[in-house]
């Protein structure tokens, strides 16, 4: 059974970085296969699409929003991604979450084609 499991979240001040992994497991393909993308979800607020990653190492995108702050990658070989995340504010606040579908083209940041996710990892941004 496919499975994502994020690590990683937790309490940093603001201007403070925090590196969250997603670690995939039970997958029928090789990762490889996978676009990746991280989203988060702040109290009250919807869903947002932080970045995404192309199958095959291909395309990664990030949100306006953490343009410059964030940057993700993804070891094939270990199955993990990572989300490091620096200069962090408190809009940063929110659970994390890590999804992954056969997307098919350049990936974009949205919920199109992520048939499995992660249960999320918390992060909270606070002096």
């Known amino acids: 059974q496919a499975q994502l499991v994020e690590s990683g979240g937790g309490l940093v001040q603001p201007g403070g970085s925090l590196r969250l992994s997603c670690v995939a497991s039970?997958?029928?393909?090789?990762?490889?296969?996978?676009?990746i993308n991280w989203f988060r979800q702040a109290p009250g607020k919807e869903r947002e699409a932080v970045s995404c990653?192309?199958?095959?190492?291909?395309?990664?995108n990030v949100a306006d929003s953490v343009k410059d702050r964030f940057t993700t990658s993804r070891d094939n070989a270990k199955n993990m991604m990572t989300l490091q995340m620096n200069s962090l504010k408190p809009d940063d606040t929110a659970v994390y979450y890590c999804a992954a579908g056969r997307f098919v083209g350049p990936c974009e940041l949205s919920t199109r084609g992520m048939d499995y996710w992660g249960k999320g990892t918390r992060v909270t941004v606070s002096s």
């Open positions: 990653t192309s199958a095959w190492g291909g395309r990664t």
């Open positions: 039970g997958f029928t393909l090789p990762l490889d296969y996978y676009t």
